[in-house]
């Protein structure tokens, strides 16, 4: 039996990781004040100052030097740090209000849905949505958590807990819905996802040399469709490991190597969205070269104004999102 006629579709089924991933610009909004002061841990105890090493993402070095080190209360952080852990419980309410009301509930049920076939709902490009999704949630949250006053090493692991419990809670879900059921390939994808983010904010000499993006632009399948979805418009996403000159040092003293990356991606073309009609599916890896467009607005735009919050965000988007046309890629079918 093919996997595509079983796949629950997004048209059907809100994906839970675009509202996250929708959910993104507005938490990078906490980024001006995620580094600043010293910081106290979950439990309540002292933590390392906001300039230990550990603590600085490599984004914001430039940054933390021009920030307040007032220390954050305890009583702010304990309610900062309520109010983050409290939005991971609220939105998966306010998911399974749009996602499950109405559906039919069944005893619990696994589905095998398939990782990267071609006979699979959407080629895989699903599946690597759901681990950028838990990738993505699990350092927002670690930010978030710092921002709150807790050191960066509670703050990851918290982050981490919090992430992968708001995502099994999901799948759990998805696994009593008569329309759905628990899929094991998202399961593991979205912890594999959060073990990435754990590892890149744990070793930041990893994170100054990789990122894990997703790059969208409106598939022709969603223009003659007349639909302008990106979070179930799969064959306009590509998702991008990005390995950065800039984070080498020899490649970054040179000025004709540290505003470019080595990018390898996949994308799939011609599975979603479709109205049904005859299709060529098509599952795809790229390969090339990209600018670090980071590096090279922190090195203009920025450059008198370090520390900003337009430099912070500015970082903190390009940590996850490609931008289309920056780029010159081979690509092959698979």
Not at 169 to 182: K, L, T
Request: hydrophobic fraction near 40%; proline fraction near 4%; charge should be negative.
């Amino acid at each position: 039996m093919s996997y595509r006629r079983v796949r629950r579709s997004c048209h059907r089924h809100p994906c839970w990781h675009g509202t996250l991933i929708g959910a993104a610009l507005g938490m990078l909004a906490l980024l001006p004040e995620a580094f600043a002061g010293e910081g106290r841990d979950i439990e309540g105890g002292a933590a390392a100052p906001a300039n230990a090493s550990l603590n600085v993402h490599p984004g914001m070095q430039a940054a933390q030097t021009a920030i307040d080190t007032e220390p954050v209360s305890e009583e702010t952080r304990r309610f900062r740090t309520r109010l983050v852990l409290l939005g991971a419980p609220a939105g998966v309410a306010l998911y399974g209000a749009s996602s499950w009301w109405g559906s039919e509930v069944s005893d619990f049920h696994v589905v095998h849905e398939g990782w990267f076939g071609q006979e699979t709902y959407a080629g895989g490009a699903d599946k690597l949505g759901h681990g950028f999704s838990a990738y993505l949630g699990m350092r927002l949250a670690t930010w978030a958590l710092e921002w709150a006053g807790n050191s960066h090493v509670d703050a990851m692991r918290t982050g981490s807990l919090l992430s992968l419990g708001t995502f099994m809670a999901i799948e759990m879900f998805d696994g009593f819905s008569e329309d759905y059921g628990f899929s094991v390939e998202d399961a593991v994808i979205s912890v594999a996802g959060i073990g990435m983010g754990y590892a890149l904010e744990r070793y930041p000499a990893l994170d100054e040399v990789l990122d894990f993006r997703i790059r969208y632009r409106r598939s022709d399948d969603a223009k003659r469709l007349g639909e302008y979805d990106p979070v179930s418009d799969y064959s306009g996403q590509t998702f991008f490991m990005v390995a950065k000159a800039a984070g080498f040092p020899k490649l970054r003293s040179s000025p004709w190597t540290r505003y470019l990356e080595l990018a390898v991606g996949y994308g799939t073309r011609g599975y979603e969205p479709n109205d049904g009609s005859p299709n060529d599916p098509r599952r795809l890896l790229f390969v090339g070269i990209s600018l670090n467009l980071s590096e090279i607005l922190n090195d203009t735009v920025f450059r008198k104004h370090r520390g900003s919050t337009g430099q912070e965000l500015a970082n903190g988007v390009l940590e996850f999102f490609q931008v289309p046309g920056t780029g010159v890629y081979a690509d092959h079918r698979l």
